[in-house]
């Protein structure tokens, strides 16, 4: 089909065929990627061409298949949501050019791509506004920069020659010379009291944020005064510490550095555990699990990974048992410097993209894991205590995020947890051994419930649609009925008005009601009338004199409103909007 009587297209016209191919396959229920399918053959036979230049292919064969199926499922959710809106959009749209702005919302907030819009638009001899959408884009990006550079720190264009020699790993305090000093942007050889501002020390036992590890925090004292150090960062070789003074500091200053040292354990057991849970995923979910990135602090741990799936609850049970396990075994840490060639030989993991040194940091815990890494950790596994996932979710395509506590934040957590189900339990009368049993029972009562109640309402909404059709008018030889039905619930509306349809035979129905600061329209035309009167544009007239803006098809459409009090003129409204149209 590509390759037409000989005849390649362009790789335009390649990407149209393919997009027409996919479009087409899923708008008729039809899976590319069925088991046996030229789909799967056409991986199968790349695979087997590229597999002696890439021998990982075929090891990761069934986990290529796997995400591709993903892939085409999740764009078929986007295809099938954005040809509907853009379907429901098209069938009021006057004119033969598609608006950019439309163009632009259907990409920006449902992942429609331009150029899928483009390839409808050509199937009904349309085109889109290139230009409008090209607009719509460019004030996207100026509102992202904008974004970005409110409330930027001009901290971090600073720059220093100087070098700082860390001591932290064996010590939380030291002794050192203020070398260099920043405040407001500028270098200073002094901070006098009060004064917010960067020290830069020859040496430190400060850690400085980087590899997803926080800065230390803690003080330093001078004869003059103290710094208190509320962050350590890097610039360049130097270690920044930023903070406000006591007293007075200046360059040459010698100072006693000591950082908080029960904030530095805390960030230490969250920092080991994120290594053995990075083990604990690569041997559970697969080795294609790699890590994106991480958020040590002293609360929590934020870990974010390669997966092409959601990590399901029974999955997230099994990481977290044997990420304790690992704790409970309790193997000490080694850490060794050496070259970075001899790491990898030895299976330390790398973070794909980072530029390491010819020497490196390598952290091992017993015989689980080995790692790159130049952050601070436990002397021993079974420090940690104990590791509990807090959550699971998708921040991208393609990348998960675990957030979870570890220690006594850990314990408090699962105190919390317990103490949750026990006050559950106490609501239904019962006990945490019983209390599933018991809320399981109330809900399916309560299905019952709402599903009588609202056969009740449909049974009230039938009857008080039977009582409207005697206020059905004629206008211009169409059968008319505008109501303002107090006292029904919005939901019942849609079926009031199908009710009435079939009862009026043809004609429109116009109903609004109102319900405390809110208002809800809809608008039902018979089939035989959308040629006229089209019910979007109707319900849009009656919203727009109710604060609100609504939408749907020709035959039905609904809005809301915030202007309760204008919803008698809305419906007074629509006998002279019929007329005009008929």
């Known amino acids: 089909f590509l390759i037409s009587d000989g005849v390649m297209p362009s790789n335009e016209g390649r990407g149209y065929v393919l997009r027409r191919i996919i479009r087409r396959a899923v708008r008729h229920g039809n899976k590319l990627g069925a088991k046996g399918s030229f789909f799967y053959k056409l991986v199968a036979a790349l695979i087997e061409q590229m597999g002696q230049a890439y021998p990982e292919l075929a090891k990761q064969q069934e986990i290529i298949e796997k995400v591709l199926r993903i892939e085409e499922e999740q764009f078929g959710k986007t295809l099938e949501r954005g040809l509907a809106i853009l379907e429901e959009s098209l069938t009021d749209l006057t004119g033969d050019v598609i608006p950019g702005e439309l163009v632009f919302k259907l990409y920006d907030t ?117 710094f208190t150090v509320t962050n350590t960062t890097k610039l360049g070789n130097a270690f920044a510490h ?132 130049g952050g601070t950790h436990v002397n021993r596994a079974g420090d940690i205590g104990l590791f509990k996932i807090v959550s699971e979710s998708g921040i ?82 169409v059968k008319l009925l505008v109501a303002n039905v107090e006292g029904t619930e919005s939901k019942a509306l849609r079926g009031m008005v199908d009710d009435l349809k079939n009862k009026i035979g043809s004609g429109v129905i116009a109903l609004g009601v109102a319900d405390g600061d809110k208002v809800s329209l809809i608008v039902g035309v018979t089939k035989d009338l959308t040629g006229k009167v089209k019910a979007g544009e109707l319900v849009n007239h009656m919203a727009s004199q109710v604060g609100g803006k609504g939408g749907g098809r020709p035959d039905m459409a609904q809005a809301g409103g915030s202007e309760p009090q204008n919803l008698s003129s809305a419906l007074d409204s629509v006998t002279a909007w019929l007329t005009e149209r008929t």
């Open 110 to 226: 449902y992942g429609f791509p331009a150029d899928l819009t483009a390839d409808v638009a050509r199937e009904r001899f349309m085109s889109i506004d290139e230009d409008g959408f090209q607009q719509c884009m460019a004030v996207q990006r100026k509102t992202a920069q904008q974004a970005g550079k409110f409330g930027a720190d001009y901290n971090q264009q600073l720059k220093s020659d100087k070098h700082t020699d860390f001591k932290g790993y064996d010590a939380t305090h030291y002794s050192g010379t203020v070398i260099e000093m920043f405040a407001q942007g500028e270098a200073v050889s002094v901070l006098e009291d009060g004064q917010q501002g960067i020290v830069v020390l020859d040496r430190t036992p400060f850690y400085a944020e980087s590899g997803g590890q926080v800065g230390d925090t803690g003080t330093l004292t001078v004869a003059g005064g103290e």
């Open 242 to 373: 930023h903070g406000t003074v006591m007293g007075r500091i200046g360059v040459n200053d010698k100072v006693e550095a000591s950082i908080d040292d029960a904030r530095r354990a805390r960030v230490k057991k969250n920092h080991t555990a994120t290594h053995i849970l990075h083990e604990a995923l690569r041997q559970l979910l697969g080795e294609h699990v790699s890590q994106k990135g991480s958020l040590v602090d002293p609360e929590r741990l934020r870990f974010d990974f390669s997966h092409f799936e959601a990590v399901t609850k029974a999955e997230l049970r099994e990481i977290e048992r044997v990420v304790n396990d690992e704790i409970r075994r309790n193997f000490a840490l080694n850490t060794e410097l050496m070259a970075i060639d001899t790491a990898k030989e030895k299976g330390a993991m790398a973070l794909f993209g980072e530029k390491y040194d010819d020497e490196v940091r390598v952290v091992t815990i017993g015989d689980y894991s080995i790692e790159l890494c």
């Open 396 to 477: 991208a395509a393609g990348v998960r995020r675990i957030e979870a506590v570890t220690g006594a934040d850990a314990i408090a957590y699962v105190s919390e947890q317990e103490q949750h189900l026990n006050d559950v339990a106490a609501l239904v009368k019962g006990d945490s051994a019983s209390v599933l049993e018991k809320v399981t029972v109330l809900l399916e009562k309560a299905k019952g419930l709402e599903k009588q109640i609202a056969q009740l309402n449909d049974k009230l909404a039938s009857a008080a649609g039977a009582s409207l059709l005697d206020s059905v008018v004629e206008i211009n030889g």
